[in-house]
């Protein structure tokens, strides 16, 4: 595959048009367009993360992430509806913070109800955004879609 064509505007025309579509969405994710890979730090004391400054603005975006001491994670700010947010923890020194569905919490799908999650290294967990604008005011919530606990 090559991700310079088909173009928007120069198509190849003697494939059919599904073909076309095809490519031109296949050669779009294969240079980066809605996907991403994040590596990040957060700062001692931090409590929330923001899609924009602390996150990508991909609609699928794996973030490997550490942390420089302990931290409680508990909200996601900016989001935008339907964008997934994979974490791979790199330390144990991150708890995500379980809330109510609203306003950037995290909204985790483990009992009981309410409690928070220490993340050890190689830990994964799959979030999804439920009515986010990414706006400043509407940041939706972030529900967990899976974990995977590391077993080695």
């Known amino acids: 595959m090559d991700a310079t064509k088909p173009t ?4 190849i025309s003697t494939y059919a ?18 996907v991403g890979v994040n590596a990040l730090a957060i700062a001692a004391g931090t409590t929330s993360l923001t899609v924009g400054t602390d996150l990508g603005l991909y609609g699928f975006e794996v973030v490997i992430v550490t942390a420089a001491a302990a931290v409680n994670i508990s ?3 900016g989001g935008t509806q339907g964008q997934v947010k994979r974490f791979v923890f790199d330390d144990n020194n991150i708890t995500l913070v379980d809330g109510v569905a609203a306003s950037g919490n995290l909204y985790l799908n483990r009992l009981p109800a309410l ?16 009515g986010g604008d990414g706006g400043v005011t509407t940041h939706g919530y972030w529900q967990e879609v899976s974990r995977q606990i590391a077993v080695k």
Do not use: F, H, M, P
């Open 115 to 130: 409690t928070s999650w220490i993340a050890q290294a190689n830990d994964s967990i799959d979030l999804v955004n439920i």
């Open 17 to 34: 048009e599904y073909i076309r579509e095809v490519r031109a969405t296949v050669n779009a994710l294969s240079v980066g367009s809605g």
């Open 75 to 77: 909200k996601i700010l």
């Open 8 to 11: 928007d505007v120069d198509l």
